[in-house]
C-alpha cells in the first residue's frame, strides 16, 4: 500500500462528506458546510475542501500543505480537514503527524470509515520498522468493525494481517464474512487461498489459488501482498514439502505471469530442494541468477544444488566464480574443498581448505576437513594439528578425539593413538571406528587376544563395517584360524566387492594354504591396485574451475 492510496480514500471522503452535507437529506447530526470566515467550530466549505484535492491530485505538496495549514487554523473541528491533513502529512513522509491527524479525525466523527482506513494503511506502512505497528493497525479495523461489522476493506485487511501472523482460523473468519462480490476479487482470493493452506485444506487452496489465475484483473500487488504469510504456512522452511504446494502454487503463478524476483525464485528452489529435486531447484536458481548478477550467496546456492543433483564439476564451477568475487570467503573455500575431496582433486582440496583455514583458524568444521584431506597425503603427521585443533575448539564431540587418534596411528605414534581411541570408543558415532583402529593397534603389537577383542567390539558396533571384517579375517590367520579367517574375508568382501584390505588378505592366505583359487585371487589383488594407482591419481590432479 501507498500513500496514493490514502489520497484516494480521502479525497473521495471530501466528495462524499461535502455532498452529505450541502444535500437535501444530509444524515441526521451532519451540519451543513460553513461558509468563508466562519468560526473555529464550523466545518470547512466545500471549495475548501475542493482546493486542498486539486492540489493533492496534482502532486503539488507544497500548495496542498500551505492550503490544510489554513483550513485547520480555521476548522480545527473539522473532520474532513483532519483526515487531508494526514494524508498530507503521510505524503510527506511525517507518519507520526499524519497519524495524529487520523486519530482527531476518528475523534470528531467517530463513524466515518475514511480515516480508520487511512489510519490503519498507514500503520501498516510503519509494520516493517516497528513491531507493534502491525497489532496497532488490526486494532484500528476492529474499532471501525465494532461501528460497521461489514466493512469490507476492514475485514480484508483483518484477513490478511491475521494470516500475516499465522492466526488462520481468525483470517478465515474475517475473510468469509466479506460479501460475496469482494469475496471474489483477486485480493481476496489471494488471502483466501493463503488462509485455506494455512489452515490445512491444501484441495482448497489449490482451487482457489486455480480461480485466481483465471481471474482477468489479477494484479501483481495481489499476490505480492500475500507473499509474508506463505512463512507462517505449515511446514515452512526446511522441512520437506510435497510437489506443488500451495505456497509452490502462489509463487509459479507470480512466475508465470513475468513477476517473479530473485527471492521468490530463490524460495521455489528451496522448496524443491526440500523435497528432493534438486536439479528442478538448480533451474530455479539458474533464472534467479540471470535476473542479475548473481551474489556469492546465490552462487553458493547453486554449487549445493548441483552438488546434490550429482554434478559436483558444475558445482566447482558456481564456487570458483564465487572465489572471484569474494576471495575472502570462508565458507566459499571450505565449500569448494569439499567438492574437490568428492572428485578425488586432493592438490586442490588441500590448497582451498588451507586458504579457509588460514582466514578462520577457530573454525572447527573447517580444521577438521583440513585434518582429514592432510591425511591422506604423503605425510599424515601433517593432519595432526588440525584435529588438535578441533578438540580444542569442541572437546566434547566424540568424532575429534576419534579423527585425532586415526592420525596418530597413521602418523606411527601408537600408543598416543589408544589413549585418543579409548577416549572415542564409548560413544556409539565412533565405536565401530575406534575399536577397528584398537585392534590394529593391538595385533601391530602381536596381542592378538586383545586385537580379536577389539575387533569383536567394533563389529558389533557396525556389523556392515567391510574394513573389520577385513581386519577380523587378518587376526584369524595370525592366529591359525584359517577356515575363520577366510569366512571373515569372504564377508567383507560380500559388503565391498573392491575392499583392497580384504582382497590383499585372501590372496595371502590362500598362498599359505595352497588353494587353487590362490591364482585367481592374486589376478584380482593386481586388478584393484592399478585401480587404487589410477584414483590416486586423479586425487592428487589439480583441476582448473572455470565459472
Not at 110 to 129: D, F, I
Not at 150 to 159: G, I, K, V, Y
Not at 459 to 480: M, S, V, Y
Not at 520 to 538: D, G, I, M, S
Amino acid at each position: 500500500m501507498t500513500c496514493l492510496r490514502l489520497l484516494a480514500t480521502a479525497v473521495s471522503f471530501v466528495l462524499l462528506a461535502a455532498a452529505a452535507r450541502t444535500q437535501p437529506g444530509a444524515q441526521p447530526g451532519a451540519q451543513p458546510r460553513a461558509q468563508p470566515g466562519a468560526q473555529a467550530g464550523a466545518l470547512a466549505p466545500r471549495p475548501t475542501l475542493d482546493a486542498i484535492a486539486a492540489a493533492l491530485g496534482r502532486d503539488d505538496l507544497a500548495a496542498a500543505t500551505a492550503a490544510i495549514t489554513a483550513a485547520i487554523a480555521a476548522f480545527p473541528a473539522d473532520p474532513v480537514v483532519h483526515n487531508l491533513a494526514g494524508v498530507i502529512a503521510a505524503r510527506r513522509g511525517e507518519s507520526r503527524a499524519a497519524e495524529d491527524h487520523f486519530e482527531a479525525a476518528i475523534r470528531l466523527e467517530p463513524r466515518s470509515a475514511a480515516a480508520y482506513v487511512n489510519l490503519g494503511r498507514l500503520l501498516q506502512e510503519r509494520a516493517s520498522a516497528e513491531g507493534m505497528a502491525r497489532p496497532a493497525a488490526l486494532a484500528v479495523y476492529a474499532r471501525l468493525l465494532a461501528i460497521d461489522p461489514q466493512h469490507a476493506e476492514a475485514l480484508f485487511q483483518t484477513a490478511r494481517l491475521e494470516a500475516l501472523d499465522g492466526r488462520f482460523d481468525a483470517a478465515r473468519q474475517a475473510i468469509d464474512r466479506l460479501p460475496e462480490a469482494v469475496r471474489g476479487r483477486p485480493a481476496a482470493l489471494a488471502v483466501r487461498a493463503v488462509v485455506l493452506a494455512g489452515g490445512g485444506d491444501a484441495a482448497g487452496a489449490q482451487r482457489t489459488i486455480a480461480v485466481l489465475a483465471a481471474h482477468p484483473q489479477l494484479a501483481r500487488e495481489d499476490l505480492d501482498a500475500v507473499l509474508p504469510a506463505l512463512a507462517r504456512l505449515p511446514a515452512s522452511g526446511a522441512e520437506p514439502r510435497p510437489a506443488h504446494s500451495p505456497e509452490q502454487a502462489i509463487l509459479e503463478l507470480l512466475d508465470s505471469r513475468g513477476w517473479s524476483t530473485p527471492t521468490t525464485l530463490r524460495r521455489l528452489a528451496a522448496i524443491e530442494s526440500a523435497g528432493g529435486r534438486h536439479g528442478a531447484a538448480r533451474a530455479w536458481l539458474e533464472k534467479a541468477a540471470a535476473a542479475g548478477a548473481p551474489d556469492v550467496s546465490l552462487l553458493v546456492e547453486l554449487a549445493r544444488a548441483a552438488f546434490k543433483a550429482g554434478d559436483p564439476k558444475g558445482s566447482l564451477g558456481y564456487l570458483a566464480h564465487a572465489r572471484e568475487l569474494e576471495p575472502t570467503n570462508v565458507p566459499v573455500h571450505f565449500l569448494f574443498g569439499i567438492v574437490c575431496v568428492e572428485l578425488n582433486l586432493g592438490a586442490e582440496a588441500h590448497d582451498s581448505l588451507a586458504k579457509a583455514v588460514a582466514l578462520a583458524p577457530d573454525d572447527p568444521d573447517v580444521n577438521y576437513a583440513m585434518g582429514a584431506v592432510s591425511l591422506h597425503r604423503h605425510d599424515p603427521s601433517e593432519a595432526l594439528p588440525y584435529f588438535e585443533a578441533y578438540v580444542r575448539l569442541r572437546p566434547r564431540d566424540p568424532r575429534g578425539r576419534f579423527a585425532l587418534g586415526a592420525a596418530k596411528y597413521y602418523s606411527q605414534r601408537l600408543d598416543d593413538a589408544r589413549l585418543d581411541l579409548a577416549a572415542a570408543a564409548p560413544d556409539p558415532q565412533t565405536a565401530a571406528g575406534a575399536h577397528y583402529f584398537l585392534a590394529r593397534i593391538a595385533r601391530q603389537q602381536h596381542d592378538l587376544e586383545t586385537a580379536t577383542r577389539e575387533i569383536d567390539a567394533a563389529l558389533h558396533a557396525n556389523p556392515r563395517h567391510a574394513d573389520g571384517w577385513a581386519e577380523r579375517g587378518l587376526i584369524a590367520t595370525r592366529r591359525g584360524d584359517y577356515p575363520g579367517a577366510e569366512a571373515a574375508l569372504q564377508k567383507a568382501l560380500a559388503l565391498d566387492p573392491d575392499n583392497y584390505d580384504a582382497t590383499l588378505h585372501l590372496a595371502a592366505l590362500y598362498g599359505r594354504t595352497r588353494d587353487a583359487r590362490r591364482a585367481e585371487q592374486e589376478a584380482r589383488l593386481q586388478a584393484l591396485v592399478a585401480r587404487r594407482e589410477t584414483r590416486a591419481q586423479e586425487f592428487l590432479r589439480l583441476v582448473q574451475a572455470v565459472p
